[in-house]
């Protein structure tokens, strides 16, 4: 059953889904941040910062690859700082790959979550404060749940763009095996010399199965969070 | 057993580079591993620091730009099997064309475009268009050329149909069943097509050296000749 | 003082400006809709900050602009019920019950679950979202919310709206012993003047973002002018009385007043309690004899004091029994058949049936809650 | 037969199983929260398709679920006056109210606009969106938006639950109207025995899903033990009258009943028009001789026909005034006092004062609308 | 104020334009449709659809080009079919840029959108039926307006994707000055020959602008939709 893979590109699979999972993840926090600040924040600035998060759907990827190599890389200004003082490299690691695709994948984590905010009912949020209820639990027990439809949304999308990024990710950490070769880098290489169809082929089926995997979890978590509210 | 080779090198040697690569894992028991992107991300990545050993450029711009950075050893570098230059067509086109001085494509263009990769970034592009420059030709056709991202991608539009004519490496169309080579570019009509490879200004692994010479190696050059390259592999100048 | 309000607030084209002070323990807000009794329960419940002006119950100042003072609506231990339920849709009843006890300190959770349950009857509604509730069922469990909260204010707006009468005279005294023995000062939002006169100690009447009038409860309710909307049925006088006794066979109780003794349906109550009566103006008839062979077993011996403005058919006769003052609703033509004038005595007869339970205020306590 | 209900339906762990037949141009449903009010009515209204059964109004089949009929709802031609209001966020006041017009046949379309907003008082919000209304500002807009759509069928679903009492007595008049001149058939759900007495025609009372009873209006009123509820205040009967003259002076009118004539304020009708009166059992006086020098204008003769069952301190007693039937709620103190007996001669006394607007039926019509 | 831009790359930003705009209006309308389709529909081979919207999210772009030129490709099945009987030709014209970008930022419009359907309340638009609009007016006059949110938002992100759109688009139309050489794709010219930064990050800015002000009208739409709900 394991040999339709080579043991490379079954080392892509993983690290696809690695990486693809960790930029979900992390970005999830900052990302519902953001768009709780975008949507809720009334401060200066506040029209910058959602440029700022759209920047990585509007620019070409390779060119956010490339700002990230300027900015993360080893001898870049963040890059430096965080591998001196916090010993956090992502050059060339699947760390930084997972940074890209989590910076890609970010404008439209952070969409849903806004769409899903803007629809809840401030009432809510008022009724629970009266109840003694403080800001951040009023969140956390009455918001957080509210919005959940747009997490999980914003998750799958943030998950799928992971799965599908290439040029944002080839761009700022090449493309290692093992390290940083991911899926779509993988495939990419198979398209640039003559008899690589067929092996892209059968990455580009291995990222569609991961991705139907990852569509009927959310719709089993959609659910079960929608059941919540009707049941 | 020490750290592997790492090796940044453009995505069109892949196939050949892989066998090279298994070959000389057989043979010396080490390992290496090969990073294949386009020429320029790989440039700029090392110029970022990227922990390569050695370079495999696809021309040798790039090269040079890492070498005027004084980031790659001038003395190790090397140019590796080039390629030859062709005009191709789809596999049932009976156009006729011969690549000579005074050369007009528009008949055989007709209303279509000649499929090329970018002629101002990727090399088999630039040679392209120096070629076609030299030929004279140049002027008759720029407006009609479709620039792919790369040189597979122009050969695609021609194996598709999308474009009645392409310019492309033979060792590309060789395996095309696709097009048909209608004619191949004089040599002197173009700069020559070689890999330039190097190693690295900050490489430590002293296998590195070693997966650069197995790479002039006869058993490579068979390699590389099995895939379509022509050996050229004489040192820099 | 127990709730002092004075503040000015705009919103949109509405301009509320509220002034009064109750020393109620149940302060209801009475007015008709659009009058702005949900604007100013929600600048006490801290959901709407007032422009200018000051709020505090018991002497603790909740809002005051010119202080900069605004307690945050969390720390104000409030149990709202809304006009609109505002149940948590993500939660099942059990859980929007008990939201406001996570956030209640330990040592104050005094409110019994089980108790509130069965008191809404709510016990087989526990496990089901709200959006599986019907539109009473929603508006019971938005009452046990705000009541388990163990709240040190209880803002009530139209609670009991759409709720049976039987319910009703469930939850009736409940609200009284919160009332009375709770020391948690309450606000309650009410168009139901029988409501009000049952439950509340002090009233507010707003028109039009205005306090028009505001005092404690027996006071406003004798002013029909301010309960155009309450229809005639409902003016009356507020009477404090105490039980002298109790005729068990026949399921009556004595009371005694000023004037007399009132017999009404049994109340269980030991002899001594007080408790106070609204007799309603359109329940009395006057008589210039004691009247014989009738069913009416309330016949108060009184003189006529004074008579209000003749409304269309009817006229108010006040008349001074022993000290306490009634109100008589009366035709215009009966007053001149009889020739009423003041200082005339009269009887003035009342059935004993015409006491239920709504118009006798103060009495509940059959439950153990 | 206006209204044909036959249906089973579940509902989570809630059954719905009601049968009636309702002659009624205006019926009420009553019954406890939780009962299946709302359910029966969404199932009128097209909302849910009920498992089993069949309902036909006015003869029009809307559900057969043997047949495989189910009149989509927005073929109904209905105007539903939901119990929360559910008014268009999207759309202002005015928007809202003129939303089914837009899908009314421009032929039929026969309410007049400015007649309802004036009557529903809203003039001022018709520029607003619902989010800024207070709660019974949106209820009177719903009311509205159901009217507008010109329906051949009116479901409310509690509409006035929210309104105060001089709104109420504006609008019941106009549904008056439409009960008895639209030809636009009613179904009421409300918890006021008082609305139902004086708007329904006929009365289907639910209790856990079931139908425990129904039939006309003034014979379920008569059955206190279907509306346990109600409490004990508003049992009565209701008898059919006809204005015989006015007494101006006093603002007076009379009014012409089989026991004799009955003296009640003003009602702005001609000479001749038929009047629905209830007269609550708790009103009425049992004397055994005729009374002098009482305030109270009406004393009927009649004779005691029958008791009901002692509840409490209580017992209903009827008489037979002259063919027209009465209950009067008093004491079994006093019953047993004046040795009440069937047979015996009696006079029942009523104050002129008792009869309010609420409990003179039919009486609407001041309003041109 | 023109010549900092030289002649041909204001082409290239006004195909750029042209091709985002014409993306995102043409997917706007099928985008509502499928959201419809799979918020609401219960239907075989829906969870198929699914995954198919995803797949341009999940896919490496230059897969996606690849597969457009198989299907839409002159001897594609639809490209061919299209050609003969309707004179469509997306081959190297900036239409099929714009079919690239459209499918690319598919995804993106009709999470967007189902997000705001799912949080439609069922019960207003029952409300609308019992007032006599048949299901089609329903959707006009009531769901619609109210998940306007989710179509603005939609709308930006497609549009914003389709600026930044490149590896579908060079696979399937080349990259040919003034008919199908978008902004993405001159940038990505750029930074492949050394020495290209400047002029890169002289359109990168231009990009930028064009999405600022893309963005500021959609808040100010979004703004005014909402005005609607909380006037
Ligand atoms: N979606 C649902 N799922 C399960 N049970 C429900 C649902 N909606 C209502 N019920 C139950 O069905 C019963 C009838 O509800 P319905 O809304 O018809 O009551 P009602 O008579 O209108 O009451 P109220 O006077 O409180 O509005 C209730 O017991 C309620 O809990
Ligand atoms: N968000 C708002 N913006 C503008 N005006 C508002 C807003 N909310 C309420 N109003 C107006 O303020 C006035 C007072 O509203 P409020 O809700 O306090 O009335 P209320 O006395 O509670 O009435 P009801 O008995 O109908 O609930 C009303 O005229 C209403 O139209
Ligand atoms: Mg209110
Ligand atoms: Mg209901």
Known sequence: MTDWLSPEEWAAVRLSLKVALTAMAASLVPGILVAFLLERGRFWGRQALDVLVHLPLVLPPVVVGYVLLLGFGRRGPIGSVLAEQFGIVFAFRWTGAALACAIMGFPLLVRAVRLSIETVDRKLEDAAGTLGANPAWVFLVVTLPLIMPGIIAGMVLSFAKAMGEFGATITFVSNIPGETQTLPTAIYTLTQVPGGEAGALRLTLASIVISVGALLASEWLARRARRRFFA | ?237 | MILDVDIRHRQGAFALEARFRSEGRLTALFGPSGSGKTTLVNAIGGLIRPDHGRISVKGRVLVDTKRGIGVPKYRRRIGYIFQEGRLFPHLNVRQNLLFGRWFTPRAERAANFDAVVELLGIEHLLARRPSALSGGEKQRVAIGRALLADPHLLLMDEPLASLDEARKAEIYPYIERLRDEGGVPIVLVSHSVAEIARLATSIVVLADGRVIASGPAAEILRHTSFFPQAGPAETGALIETRVSGHEGAFGLTMLATRAGTLTVPNLDLPVGTPVRVRLRARDIILSLTPPEGMSALNILPGTISSFGEPDGPSIDVEVDCGGDSLIARITRKSAERLSLRPGLPVHAIIKSIAFDREVLGGAGGERDL
Chains 1, 5 share one sequence.
């Open chain 2, 1 to 237: 057993q020490g750290k592997d080779v790492v090796v940044f090198a453009a995505a069109s040697l892949k196939n050949a580079l892989d066998d090279t690569k298994a070959a000389w894992e057989a043979e010396t028991g080490d390992k290496a591993v090969i990073s294949y992107a386009g020429s320029n991300a790989l440039a700029r990545q090392i110029e970022a620091g990227a922990p390569a050993d050695v370079f495999l450029s696809a021309d040798a711009e790039w090269m040079d730009h890492l070498a005027g950075k004084d980031l790659i050893r001038p003395e190790s570098r090397t140019d590796l099997p080039g390629n030859a230059l062709v005009l191709v067509a789809p596999k049932e086109s009976a156009v006729r064309v011969s690549l000579e001085p005074g050369l007009d494509l528009s008949p055989a263009l007709g209303a279509g475009r000649l499929a090329m990769a970018n002629v101002d970034a990727v090399p088999a592009g630039r040679y392209g268009k120096a070629a076609l420059e030299k030929l004279g030709a140049w002027e008759g056709v720029k407006n009609e050329v479709a620039q792919a991202e790369n040189v597979r991608a122009a050969l695609l539009l021609v194996s598709r149909g999308e474009a009645p004519l392409g310019i492309v490496y033979r060792s590309d169309a060789a395996v095309d069943p696709n097009v048909r080579i209608v004619a191949t570019f004089p040599e002197g009509s173009h700069p020559p097509v070689v890999y330039p490879a190097a190693l690295t200004k900050g490489t430590t692994n002293p296998k590195a050296a070693s997966f650069l010479a197995f790479l002039r190696s006869a058993k490579a050059k068979a390699i590389f000749e099995k895939q379509g390259f022509t050996v050229l592999n004489r040192p820099n100048a």
